[in-house]
């Protein structure tokens, strides 16, 4: 009887990888950041009563699961104002200076990284001298000191905010685009004749962008809570207009009569700043190569 060979085992091919869904926390903080800017661009469709609108007979009205009325769902202040309406209004103006404030900080820092990349030399010490003087000088003493000497106007805020953290970008964008020149595109490109603004604008900048975004993230609550703690002390957006910080600093005389007008934006600032850091981290996680 002739002995019988099994054929070998052929090995099972590897199965493929899974594209990961994303984790809860993740859509959590999609899903607040929609709502977020969804109120800020439908604020005066959805509001339902006017910010300076008094409701005297209902002063101090609780929210609904505390004894109040579908009227007014998150209460009134003590003149009557709907809270959920001020509340609104308030995201949306807080959404407006940090979006404007983060996009001038890294417009800023990007365009003073790439003029030291670019010259080197004496302006590339200058640029890192007003890097060093502005990571070492405390924000909030600078920020006060301007708001009391020049007064306060919105578009001053915006663009005082919008000096936060522009070293950062200015960092980011030197170190970034000095590697890419070393590189052979940006040399290319160099050696075809394009001028300065066309390899940094067409060429040096997109390869650079993810790592911008991902800063920009991280500065967005930054730049809301500095906001919130400037209108808290008076310093920031001031009356008829709202935020959320002015909004918090008028409810604490309220704190232990009416508390819901403080927590009402307080939670969204922290829920607000919390997804945007979430996001933030996330998309640190995607877009960084050494990290697949």
Known sequence: MSDLTLPAAVPAAPPEPRRSALPPLVIFALGWVALMLGTALLADAISPYATTALD?????SAPIGFGGAWIHPLGTDELGR??????????RMSLLIAFGATIIGAVIGTTLGFLAAHFRGL?????LALVDFSASLP??????????FFGNSLALFVCLLGLHAWERYARIARGLAISAGSQ????AVRQLGASPWRVYGRHVLPNIASTLIVSMTLAFPEIILLESGLSFLGLGVQ???TSLGSMVG???EYLTRAPWILLAPATV??????SVSLLGDWLRDRLDPTLR
Not at 123 to 127: L, M
Not at 269 to 274: A, R
């Open 269 to 274: 600032i922290v829920l607000t700043t919390l």
């Open 184 to 187: 052979g595109y940006a040399a």
């Open 56 to 60: 005297l007979r209902n002063r101090l």
């Open 82 to 91: 709907d809270v959920l309406s001020r509340l609104i209004a308030s995201i």
């Open 123 to 127: 302006i590339e010490q200058v640029v």
């Open 250 to 252: 008028y409810g604490r």
């Open 139 to 148: 924000f909030l003493i600078l920020a006060l000191a301007v708001l009391a």
């Open 239 to 241: 009356p008829p207009a």
